[in-house]
Every structure is written in structure tokens, then in C-alpha cells.
């Protein structure tokens, strides 16, 4: 019964409407400890933090959680910014970044890896098995078939379509309001462990082997257990060059609640930044006490949040 009421209310969310008691819609409510919850960034974070709802509401780690949950995204032909139907390079090649990190600070990481369809999970592996943190390129993709990974063909038609539409113009593309939508997700579970994820395929008709934000940690990705955590979506370069999601995590260690540390970060990014109106760049934070927020700079910027069985798209405030 509770799963269906779940279930029901997930599709009503997904279109805007709620039989649920709604969360508080405040970017910066107060709140004792509200676990488990997950949140992830933009519309397509519904279907990922469905996925990760189910890991954890069954008492599950949030690693486990937001590995799952991002899954769903970079399975959707849809989401053409992730994973399997993902825009190409510059040059036709589907190619991945993607990092994770759990309550413990392990990470890992890859980036500029092509034909496998989980980049999320090969990053698990390369935390898990091996020493390091990042692999990148056709070692990656090496490591990934070492450790059972199927090569696929990541190009769907309709992205294929997108990119010989894109040469007849050979415009340098922007991350603008259109042209972004990876999955950063930040989960807790009922243990009060932290962990996050991020994936993408990057910003679309890149230069073959440009690395966004998302595969760095500090960048696209940072969590501390006894503070909480932080990732990002759009310019991955403007948000390296400030070590984004790092920073978040440093400013409410210091006190700042998840909102304020995403808009100090972005006001950081408008500071120092002189085109900062030709691109976007949104954070999410999560704080360990369940509170979360978000900042963008451009307007547009949306992630979906799933607490208490109710699983709900909200609307970051912005700079501009
Ligand atoms: N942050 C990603 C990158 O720069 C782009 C995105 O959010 O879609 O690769």
C-alpha cells in the first residue's frame, strides 16, 4: 500500500501534482535529522532518485543508493546528456567522466571513457579495486573490460542526428540553459552516511578529450561525513577553476547552511568570472542534518528531491 501510495504520488510528481503533505519547499529549512532523502540535479533526477528510494528505504547504504540511482540516467536514450544517448564530441565519440564517494572519503573516478554504458559503476570499481583514484581514456576503458563491462555502441540515432544537424553549422556550442543536464545525486541513509555520485557525457560536440567537472573530485563532487556534501551541473570548467563543490562543503563545515554555501560559490563564479553570463553553472548541497539547498547562475536551474516517500522537483533560485 505505502509502495503504491509511493509510486502514485512519484507519477502526479513528475507531473507537477502531490497527494502528499508537501515537504518544505524552502531552500533552507531547518530540520533535526531527516534521513534518508536523496536529491540530484534537473528534471530527470525524478526517475534516478526513484531508483535510489528504493535502495534506501529498505535500510540500504547511500553508496549503493546514488550508484543506482545515477544508473537510471545513463541508461535513458532520453537524457542527452548522460551516459547512453549522450551528445558525442566534436568528432562523433561518445566519451563519459564520472566519480563517486562515500561516507569513508574514498573516491573514484573516470574520465574520457568510451563504449561502456556505466561509467558510474567503473568508477566504483576503480575505488574499490584498485589504488588510485582516476583513470581516464583507453585505460579506463581497459580496466572496464578487465572487470566484466560490456563494450556498447553509445550513439543512439536521434544524437547522432543532433551532431551531423550540429556540422552542418559547426557553431562552438555553449553550456547554456540547453545544452547540460548531468546527474549529480547526494544521498544519506538511515545510518546517517553520506555518498554522491555524478556522471555525464559532458558538454556536447567538445574537443575530443575535454574533461568537464564531473569525474573531479573537489570539483563536480565533494562530501565529507561529519559535514555533509555538494555537487554540480553546467560550465565544468568555470566550476574547476573554484573547486566547487569542495568549497560548498568547507563553507558549511564553517557554518553556512546548503544554500548559502551554493550562493557564495556561484557569487564566486559572477565575481572572478568576466563571461559568466554566457554560461550556467547550478550546486546542490546537502547538509548531515537532511537540510539541503541549491544556487544557480543562470535562472532554469531545477533538481528533485526525495524525502519521506515524496519525491519532488523544486526550482533553484538564481544570481541572475
Ligand atoms: N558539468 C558538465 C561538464 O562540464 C556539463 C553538464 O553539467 O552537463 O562536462
Redesign the pocket.
Known amino acids: 500500500m505505502e509502495r503504491r501510495k509511493f509510486l502514485s504520488n512519484t507519477l502526479l510528481t513528475s507531473l507537477g501534482l502531490s497527494l502528499l503533505p508537501s515537504i518544505n519547499n524552502s531552500d533552507s529549512f531547518a530540520s533535526t535529522s531527516r534521513k534518508p532523502i536523496v536529491m540530484s540535479t534537473w528534471n530527470h533526477g525524478l526517475a534516478a532518485n526513484d531508483a535510489a528510494w528504493v535502495v534506501l528505504s529498505a535500510g540500504g547504504r547511500a553508496l549503493d543508493a546514488v550508484e543506482q540511482g545515477v544508473r537510471v540516467s545513463e541508461a535513458d536514450p532520453k537524457v542527452s ?1 548522460v551516459g547512453y544517448g549522450g551528445a558525442p564530441d566534436r568528432d562523433g565519440n561518445v566519451t563519459l ?1 564520472a566519480c563517486i564517494m562515500d561516507e569513508e572519503g574514498n573516491c573514484g573516478s573516470v574520465a574520457f571513457l568510451e563504449k561502456i554504458m556505466h561509467p558510474i559503476s567503473v568508477a566504483r570499481k576503480v575505488m574499490e579495486k584498485t589504488p588510485y583514484v582516476m583513470l581516464t581514456g583507453d585505460g579506463a576503458l581497459q580496466f572496464a573490460l578487465a572487470n566484466g563491462f560490456k563494450e556498447e555502441n553509445l550513439l543512439t540515432e536521434e544524437a547522432k542526428k543532433a551532431w551531423l544537424d550540429w556540422k552542418k553549422k559547426q557553431t562552438e556550442l555553449k ?1 547554456d540553459k540547453d ?4 546527474i549529480g545525486m547526494l544521498a544519506i541513509d538511515i545510518k546517517g552516511n553520506i555518498s554522491g555520485a555524478c556522471t ?1 557525457s ?2 556536447a560536440y567538445k574537443m575530443r578529450g575535454r ?4 569525474p573531479i573530485i573537489g570539483a ?1 563532487l565533494f562530501l565529507d561525513n561529519e559535514v555533509g556534501g555538494a555537487c ?6 568555470a ?1 574547476i577553476k573554484i573547486a566547487g563543490s569542495a568549497m560548498i562543503v568547507e563553507l558549511m563545515r564553517n557554518g553556512k547552511t546548503p544554500k548559502e554555501a551554493c550562493k557564495i560559490a556561484i557569487e564566486r563564479i559572477a565575481k572572478k568570472q568576466k563571461d559568466c553570463k554566457d554560461f550556467q553553472v547550478g550546486f546542490l548541497a546537502l547538509n548531515k542534518s537532511g537540510e539541503y539547498g541549491s544556487y544557480s547562475l543562470q535562472k532554469g536551474f531545477d533538481y528533485a528531491v526525495c524525502f519521506d516517500k515524496i519525491n519532488k522537483i523544486y526550482k533553484s533560485e538564481s544570481f541572475a
Open positions: 546528456s567522466d553550456i545544452h547540460h543536464d548531468t555525464t559532458g558538454l574533461v568537464g567537472d564531473s563536480g554540480a551541473t553546467g560550465k565544468g570548467e566550476v
